[in-house]
């Protein structure tokens, strides 16, 4: 059965930087498309960043001086570093899995609609 956990979420001051973990089991990690999006109250759901079953990412203009995405094939694991915080980076931040073998941070994918797995998400909420 396959599973997603985000953890690393929580509260911190503007300026900060978090470190968000996402563990993957059931799956074969190494063969997917990885990436995280989050959602802020009252707002759409949107992709921040997403990483490659090669290692290539793809991250919005609009966070990628202060977001890192990483992927630890050994461990079944995805990151997200973010720098600088701000206020607006409150949300959810969930974790998705990509289809086997599919490139799906070469699509449309920052809608969400081609990953199949998601975690529960992490709370991140940052205070000025």
């Known amino acids: 059965q396959a599973q997603v956990v985000e953890s690393g979420g929580g509260l911190a001051q503007a300026g900060g930087s978090l470190r968000l973990s996402c563990t993957v089991s059931g799956l074969n990690f190494r063969i997917r498309d990885m990436a995280w999006f989050r959602q802020a109250p009252g707002k759409e759901r949107e992709g921040v960043s997403c990483?490659?079953?090669?290692?290539?990412?793809y991250t919005p203009d609009s966070v990628k001086d202060r977001f890192a995405i990483s992927r630890d094939n050994a461990k079944n694991m995805l990151n997200l570093q973010i720098y600088s915080l701000k206020p607006e980076d409150t949300a959810t931040y969930f974790c998705a899995a990509g289809p086997r073998n599919y490139d799906t941070c070469g699509g449309s994918w920052k809608n969400g609609n081609t990953f199949n797995y998601w975690g529960q998400g992490t709370q991140v909420t940052v205070s000025s």
């Open positions: 990483i490659s079953r090669s290692g290539g990412t």
